[in-house]
């Protein structure tokens, strides 16, 4: 017997659950269903993403509508357009033998008037983003007024993502007498309020331990220098051979140029964030579901609607502003029960954040070093050799072998398999023969300190830069510019002194190659951004290979300072690995093994036209990432 016929569903839901291949309710639909079938009543439910929340509210909503009265009935509000669709499609699918239910998703970036056309004609139950449905309240093109059911789903992340006062305005045009139910990872203060506010004794769900990370999803987390923060996921990438991963970076720009730069190692990779269009976003979840793509990167927000099966692995590439937030991230991988990895990619000065991720999701993170390249060749020599073992023949090669057999003669099995295994294995372990090795073990640490710049403020090192107040930057302007920037946390940027034409800062030892790298490849109105390291406020100075440019700050014009630009030439610190041109990469994606092939044209994340990015020839950055070319920063007023 399916179990979900002990809950009290009725026929026609049973009927579609068949269909959909449910057989056993998770532990939240267990609990929610009858409880919500039996009696009208506000609920607030804590459970991770992944523990089927949209059916625990879905099935007995839909058993609760009216389908003959075609007035709005229920209100679901969801955090993004994405999960927005996904909820209204998975609603329609539960509800396909009930007769006369419409269902409409209200989101931006779609024609208003076409959903409020839609709405007109009949919705009982309407899926909306709350900027987009307090809209269409102020324009008067919805009722809610007579609404009997209303649903936060993710209602944590909408009051992260800045929705509280939509929230409360929708919620307030509703009557109080409708059944409230709130779905939730976690229940920070914000959420609890809302409960306090618009909820009548509500009864509460909560699945694990309240605000805890998922069972099935183990933590991990590896120290790398602020440098090799990009090399990191790549070794982690090639260690996983069969990885299907969402990536996730803080920022935008950081997002797409983290995609670019896998793009051009080799991997399938695309990213995901709010500049793309809706059809781009679409495009690219296709391709991930479809699994032409292999490490998906993306932003926080745009991934609240990724709901695909089977990731293996989320990767933090760069910890989230907000610590509740990791909990949302691992909750990608380890859905439906099965196993997943969450992964931390961390510097030495984010490392306190890991404890209170700890505190949070109540479980303990596993520190690992970054694979050496040897290690990362007998994975992938092994995945190989596995591979070609369970390779299915395909008989129509029997008409090639003799001339096979011809070409090959005379070699011994043993040869026949080395030189076999060596046409996808010899680019690789080349790389990997050439590369150091990252992993900051406690030599590794005290080695790169002794190399490290340092000054007489406690390790510290202290920067001359050709901007100032004539650029419009007062102190605080230009340290928020270069934590942003940088992607530095609060307090690495200090001591920053702003003059006219120029200023200086300083920040910790470690942080020095990201700042020689970053800001000196930047432009600022058409002139290019000069970083130096500094002796001290007035005398001489150091550029980034240690050289003494000489002279004082305000010497000649083409010695670097305000006056003038330094007309210097830069190397990148390092390669990002083999350009798989035969063997690893081919022409289509591949799954698994050496390969990550390129991503197919049409299929690929927004990229720079061809005269930005780098030339395969051209020295290659050692931290993330994309083409030479940075977007310039708007001047400000």
Not at 328 to 342: D, E, I, Q, W
Request: aromatic content about 6%; glycine content about 8%; overall charge neutral.
């Amino acid at each position: 017997m399916n179990k979900f016929e002990q809950l009290g569903l009725s026929e026609s839901l049973q009927r579609a659950i068949i269909d959909l291949g449910f057989a056993n309710p998770t532990e939240v639909q267990e609990k929610a269903i009858p409880m919500l079938l039996e009696q009208d009543t506000d609920l607030v439910a804590l459970a991770q993403t992944g523990t089927g929340k949209t059916a625990a509210f879905g099935f007995p909503l839909i058993q609760k509508i009216d389908a003959d009265n075609r007035n709005t009935q229920a209100l679901i509000l969801s955090p993004t357009r994405e999960l927005c669709l996904q909820i209204t499609n998975e609603i329609k699918n539960y509800s396909k033998y009930e007769k006369g239910l419409n269902v409409v998703a209200v989101y931006g970036g779609a024609s208003i008037t076409e959903q409020a056309r839609e709405i007109k004609r009949g919705a009982q139950i309407i899926v909306a983003t709350p900027g987009r449905m307090q809209d269409m309240i102020n324009r008067g093109l919805v009722n809610i007024t007579q609404i009997n059911y209303c649903v936060l789903d993710e209602a944590d992340e909408m009051l992260n993502m800045g929705f509280y006062e939509d929230i409360v305005n929708i919620l307030s045009t509703t009557p109080d007498e409708k059944s409230t139910w709130l779905f939730s990872a976690t229940m920070p203060q914000e959420v609890a309020r809302i409960a306090k506010q618009f909820m009548h004794n509500p009864s509460e769900i909560t699945v694990g331990t309240k605000n805890s990370g998922s069972a099935t999803v183990s933590h991990e987390f590896y120290l790398v220098n602020a440098r090799d923060r990009y090399e990191a996921l790549k070794r982690l990438a090639d260690a996983n051979p069969d990885i299907f991963s969402v990536v996730f970076c803080r920022t935008k720009r950081d997002t797409q140029a983290v995609a670019e730069k896998l793009i051009e190692d080799g991997y399938s990779a695309a990213a995901l964030h709010g500049d793309l269009s809706q059809a781009q976003r679409d495009g690219v979840m296709k391709s991930f579901r479809g699994r032409q793509i292999q490490m998906l990167v993306a932003t926080d927000v745009a991934a609240r609607g990724i709901d695909v099966d089977n990731v293996t692995h989320v990767v933090n590439y760069q910890l989230p502003d907000e610590i509740e937030t990791y909990n949302h991230r691992s909750g990608r991988t380890g859905r439906a029960g099965k196993l997943g990895t969450s992964i931390v990619i961390v510097t030495k000065s984010e490392l306190r954040k890991i404890s209170s991720i700890e505190r949070i999701i109540k479980q303990k993170f596993e520190e690992k070093t970054i694979p050496s390249g040897i290690e990362i060749c007998e994975i992938q020599l092994l995945h190989l050799a596995n591979k070609i073992k369970d390779t299915e023949v395909d008989h129509e090669i029997d008409n090639y072998l003799p001339a096979i057999n011809q070409v090959l003669d005379g070699l011994s099995k043993e040869e026949l398999i080395k030189k076999m295994v060596s046409v996808e294995f010899n680019r690789f372990i080349a790389y990997y023969k050439k590369n150091r090795d990252i992993s900051t073990s406690g030599s590794d640490r005290r080695e790169r300190d002794d190399r490290e710049p340092r000054d007489n403020n406690g390790g510290a090192v202290r920067y001359f830069v050709n901007i100032g107040s004539r650029d419009n930057f007062d102190w605080m302007q230009l340290k928020d510019f270069l934590k942003e920037t940088l992607d530095l946390g609060r307090d690495d940027v200090f001591k920053v002194d702003v003059k006219e034409g120029f200023s200086f800062f300083n920040t910790d030892a470690e942080h020095s190659d990201r700042v020689m790298t970053i800001l000196n490849d930047l432009t600022l109105e058409g002139r290019r951004i000069n970083v130096e390291i500094s002796k001290n406020d007035g005398g001489g100075r150091r550029d980034h290979n240690g050289r003494n440019s000489g002279g004082s700050f305000g010497g000649g014009r083409n010695s670097g300072g305000f006056k003038g630009e330094r007309n210097s030439s830069r190397s990148g610190s390092g390669g990002f690995g083999p350009r798989r041109e035969s063997g690893f990469s081919g022409s289509a994606p591949r799954e698994g093994g050496f390969a990550r092939g390129s991503m197919p044209r049409g299929e690929s994340s927004e990229r720079a036209p061809r005269n930005e990015r780098r030339s395969n020839t051209a020295p290659r950055r050692s931290e993330f990432g994309g083409g030479d070319a940075r977007p310039k920063r708007p001047r400000r007023s």
